[in-house]
């Protein structure tokens, strides 16, 4: 047996049953990079990023490590059962399998549930010695991770950008969310001199920008304040997401701006306050969305955001509210997702328990097909009004003019045509039936 580990990032289905293909993958994950790097020194590594790359079936390795979030985990299983009729030996991992471990079933010999690094080189030892275990957990009380082997990904068509990780976890405590489940309102954070030491890394390697992966950056302000005024030395570039909460605290959003932060993205999820007091979010308040999203357009830095379509308090109307709202609030990057509850999450439980599922396979959920019985639309009709927000916010008309005829356009022409190109080509996702979910 070949002291070698492929690790598979699968790619996802798309509404007609084909796999999703890219030329170019611009979000890039860390957990393979990082997984590597905890990897035993005597072992090889290698990564398949199967969006832009087919998968080598005929690899020497003799462990094959298998992960994707939500949906991916259907590709995973036919990746899985496809290794195993070649006599290979498949781990299963990533937030699906975390959450619902028990799906992995037959399909992969054993399943990491959670976060690896405390199990990472048990699992190896236990795979040499020919003692595998079903599944891992061990469930962090500190963050820090060695330097990612990002040279295993360099050589691949991936965007100009890098990630660097600085926290995960998040304080609030959305029912629906697969943070919320996994870490129960714990943010745990790395230490700065290690978050540094990576991002001097990234820029060593040639590049000027980074993502900041944080399920919210914002969580700790003390932390990302002391962050920041590392990062302002370097004369980089970053993107990352977080609460809104930031745009309520200026001095540490214009410390952000200055450290060279160019987009943020926000889950807004919806700007009605009723739906979001039905999803555990009333800590929001959709009647401010549009002054603080302002204030941080007005700090200089752009937006992304993720909004949901089918909570059950949407109607025709309040979906028509939310294109209108897109128009008015100046986010450059507007995504949506049908509500579709993540299985493992309270609000999956709550839907299951109350019999509002229409469909019990959860290797089917896709966020571009509802399958919650609501109280006023039926599914088809939610997809229908999923299709046909994305087709109005992402029009010709309203790329162009929320792209080119951008006030900082003149100043920034290089930023705002890369968003021009980033919207294009979810409009090209759309027209084909694909929601841009990943690029």
């Known amino acids: 047996m070949k002291k070698k580990v492929l690790f598979i990032q699968p790619t996802i289905y798309d509404d007609a049953g084909r796999l999703i293909k890219k030329r170019r993958l611009y979000f890039v994950g860390l957990a393979y990079p990082l997984l590597a790097a905890l990897t035993p020194p005597d072992w090889e590594c290698e990564i398949c990023l199967e969006t832009i790359e087919d998968i080598p079936f005929d690899t020497d390795a003799g462990l094959i490590a298998c992960g994707g979030m939500g949906h991916a985990a259907n590709r995973g299983r036919e990746i899985a059962a496809e290794f195993r009729k070649r006599g290979k030996t498949v781990i299963a991992g990533g937030p699906m399998f975390s959450l619902v471990p028990e799906i992995s079933g037959s399909f992969f010999d054993s399943v990491v549930i959670g976060d690896a690094e405390e199990v990472w080189a048990g699992l190896i030892h236990d795979f040499e010695n020919g003692i595998l275990k079903r599944s891992y957990e061990k469930k962090l009380t500190r963050l820090s991770t060695p330097l990612p082997r990002y040279e ?16 995960r976890g998040c304080p609030h405590r959305c029912r629906f ?54 990062i302002a030395g370097l004369g980089m570039e970053w993107m990352s997401q977080c609460s809104l909460d930031i745009a309520k605290k200026p001095e540490l959003l214009e410390r952000v ?6 987009t943020l993205s926000f889950g807004l999820e919806s700007v009605s306050q009723d739906n979001l007091d039905r999803i555990g979010k009333s800590w929001c308040r959709p009647a401010e969305f549009l002054e603080l999203l302002a204030r941080v357009r007005e700090s200089g830095i752009e937006i992304a955001s993720e909004m949901m379509v089918g909570i059950d308090g949407d109607t025709p109307k309040t979906l028509g509210d939310t294109v209108e709202f897109i128009e008015r609030s100046g986010i450059l990057m507007p995504k949506f997702y049908i509500m579709t509850p ?11 328990d109350a019999g509002r599922l229409t469909e019990e396979d959860v290797y089917k959920y896709t966020p571009t097909k509802a399958v919650i019985r609501h109280p006023s639309m039926t599914t088809e009709e939610i997809t229908e009004m999923f299709w046909g927000i994305y087709n109005q916010v992402y029009s010709l008309r309203r790329i162009f003019r929320r792209c080119l005829l951008h006030r900082r356009f003149l100043r920034r022409p290089g930023r705002y045509l890369f968003y021009l190109m980033v919207n294009l080509y979810y409009r090209y996702q759309i027209k084909r039936g694909i929601g841009p979910i990943i690029m």
């Not at 230490?191 to 990234?202: L, Q, S």
């Not at 701006?257 to 160019?262: H, V």
């Open 152 to 167: 295993l990904i360099l050589h691949k068509r991936i965007g100009d950008f890098l990630p660097v990780q600085a926290g």
């Open 257 to 262: 701006a200055r450290s060279g932060c160019s």
């Open 342 to 352: 993540i299985p493992g999450t309270d609000f999956y439980n709550e839907m299951r």
């Open 177 to 230: 969310c697969s943070i919320y489940c996994m870490y129960r309102g714990v943010y745990l954070k790395r230490d700065i001199a290690e978050v540094m030491r990576d991002i001097r890394h990234v820029k060593s390697l040639g590049f000027r920008r980074f993502l900041l992966l944080d399920d919210n950056i914002v969580a700790d302000p003390g932390y990302l304040k002391e962050l920041c005024g590392e």
